[in-house]
């Protein structure tokens, strides 16, 4: 299945600059390793700006998580202890490679396509219909998920 994260501009941008090459999240997701992801930046920007291969995911209590993940995180101890704050354990979704769009598909041309699309608060899984649709517009071939 593939996967459409809600992502903030100021982390989208992180990393499309290669300063975060992970995203934390406080449930415990379901993702495959190679598993192709789309990141939808949110307001102001609000479109789907590019994709990330899924190299590992890993769950651990909390202060582990940060001693092995603060390398590569691309955020402060302080913002990632208020974001975990009252979870025991956390994730964290390693990225194997990160492709931003050149134009991106806006919010408007996203609703479009899937119908009743709304923007996730912080994980969409996309049907295989809908995923394919997203593909073809960013020129991946179908059906090769496995063909990164």
């Known amino acids: 299945m593939v ?6 501009q100021k982390y989208s941008k992180k990393i499309f600059s290669r300063e975060k090459l992970l995203e934390y ?9 190679n598993e192709r992801c789309f990141i939808y ?11 990330f291969i899924v190299k590992e995911k890993i769950r651990l209590p909390i202060q582990e ?3 092995l993940t603060k390398e590569i ?3 402060s101890k302080k913002e ?3 974001y975990f704050e009252g979870c025991k354990e956390g994730t964290a979704i390693i990225f194997k490679s990160i492709k931003k769009f050149i134009d991106g598909l806006p919010l408007s041309e996203i609703r479009k396509m899937i119908k009743g699309f709304r923007p996730p608060q912080s994980y969409y899984n996309l049907r295989d219909y ?14 090769s998920l496995v063909d990164y």
């Open 3 to 8: 996967k459409l994260f809600a992502i903030k």
């Open 25 to 33: 999240r406080r449930q415990n997701i379901n993702i495959s390793k």
């Open 41 to 51: 930046t949110s307001a102001p920007i609000k479109k789907i700006n590019g994709c």
């Open 65 to 67: 998580l940060w001693s």
């Open 73 to 75: 995180g691309g955020i």
């Open 80 to 82: 990632f202890l208020k």
């Open 130 to 143: 809908k995923a394919t649709l997203l593909l073809r517009r960013f020129g991946y071939k179908i059906p």
